[in-house]
């Protein structure tokens, strides 16, 4: 768990980190590099999930790389089912990571919301919905390893 006290919000208890694949994570179907060891760093204090429709087939190799087994959504409405998923795991205790315009609800609905400036471009809906905008996955996840930074981006 990632405990935050952030001025302006109060207490924050994370327990779940979920993450997009496709454009976020991976750029045509390749994970992006330092993922495995920033997701390593993170399987102490997080339980992560993998969410994605697997559009480049290439999802059984991503989850050996990672050692994690993604959930697989259904193509086509993809937005609700990953922000019912948020909710579904309890969103209050939930960072979401994603960029894509399915991403928007997921990122809305999480207790914090991080938009990725992807290789493959960022939705503006998505961007609206985060609570913070990085400029890549590594620099995402490092805002997890180090929870200071999060506290001085969003305190109020």
Do not use: W
């Not at 919000?9 to 993450?19: A, F, N, S, Y």
């Not at 480049?56 to 990953?82: C, F, Y």
């Amino acid at each position: 768990m990632i405990e935050l006290n952030i001025p302006g919000q109060g207490k924050i208890e994370l327990e779940h980190l979920v993450c997009d694949v496709n454009g976020t994570l991976a750029v045509d179907g390749v994970l992006q590099d330092g993922l495995v060891r920033g997701f390593s760093n993170l399987k102490d204090r997080l339980d992560i999930h993998l969410l994605t429709a697997d559009m480049h087939g290439k999802q059984e190799i991503i989850d050996r790389q990672l050692n994690l087994e993604a959930v697989r959504i259904n193509p086509g409405d993809e937005a609700l089912q990953k922000a019912a998923y948020i909710e579904q795991i309890g969103a209050d205790r939930v960072v979401a990571i994603g960029q894509g315009a399915h991403d928007a609800g997921m990122l809305k609905n999480a207790r914090i919301g991080i938009c990725v400036i992807s290789p493959e471009g960022s939705a503006v809906e998505t961007l609206l919905a985060a609570d913070l905008v990085v400029s890549n996955i590594n620099n995402a996840l490092e805002l997890l390893e180090k929870p200071l930074r999060l506290v001085a981006s969003l305190r109020k």
